[in-house]
């Protein structure tokens, strides 16, 4: 299975800033995911994140408030662009080799509190 | 797109009793559909997966069935135990041309008292 890892574990931001997420994962991947989960809620996609190509947003996610990069198989960067108070979440990257029904392995996330 | 709908939200048990969580999903090109474990400040744990194209699969004390006609599925866990206690979502995924996103369900809340 993937091992995955994300800098930062934690931040405190103040509002307007932007903060950028970091995804590692130990093997060549196809495909990266970026979710939100809110306080005591499920997981909710924003993007999927594909080498060599644009990112593609969910619905209710814009790339200008939330630019993505995949510049190789195994990295992936997250910004959270402009911050407010709302935008206080965790926030998890996964990734799958992208087989037809591939497990979806999970990094330990990012908790973000926006001042 | 995909909905998945998950109930119950809390669920509360003896140890040793059974647990049952069930799921819908409404796109019937849904055909992958894992169950994940999170405990409070971890990341979602797969603990079992199942393909449309098995009804069932067992792993130990757990166990998920999947109908397909009905478009819901279930996970079972039997003989719990307090480090059972966690929060269990569902997911469902189209799965082809390696597009795996996955649509979760809004998460159950296991309590295991012993």
């Known amino acids: 299975s993937a091992v995955i890892s994300q800098k930062p574990s934690r931040d405190i931001c103040q509002r307007g800033t932007s903060l950028t997420i970091q995804c590692q994962v130990d093997?060549?991947?196809?495909?990266m995911f970026w979710y939100r989960q809110q306080p005591g809620q499920s997981l909710t996609l924003i993007a999927t994140a594909n080498q060599g190509s644009e990112a593609t947003y969910e619905s209710g996610f814009v790339i200008d408030k939330f630019p993505i990069s995949r510049p190789n198989l195994t990295f992936s960067t997250l910004t959270v662009s402009n911050m407010s108070p709302e935008d206080s979440s965790i926030y998890l990257c996964?990734?799958?080799?992208?087989?037809?029904?591939?497990?979806?392995?999970f990094g330990p996330g990012t908790r973000l509190t926006v001042l | 797109g995909e909905n998945v709908e998950q109930h119950p939200s809390t669920l509360s048990v003896q140890e040793g009793d059974s647990a049952v969580i069930k799921c819908t999903y409404s796109d019937s090109a849904s055909n992958y559909f894992p169950w994940y474990k999170q405990e409070l400040g971890k990341r979602p744990q797969l603990i079992i997966d199942i393909r449309s194209n098995v009804g069932e699969k067992k792993d130990q004390r757990i166990a998920v069935t999947l109908n397909k006609t009905a478009k819901h599925f279930s996970l079972h866990i039997t003989e719990t135990q307090p480090e059972d206690s966690a929060v269990y979502f569902c997911?469902?995924?189209?799965?082809?041309?390696?597009?795996?996103?996955?649509?979760f369900g809004a998460g159950t809340r296991l309590a295991v008292h012993p």
């Open positions: 997911a469902a995924s189209r799965g082809t041309g390696g597009y795996n996103k996955l649509i």
């Open positions: 996964s990734s799958t080799s992208g087989e037809v029904g591939d497990t979806q392995y």
């Open positions: 093997s060549q991947v196809t495909m």
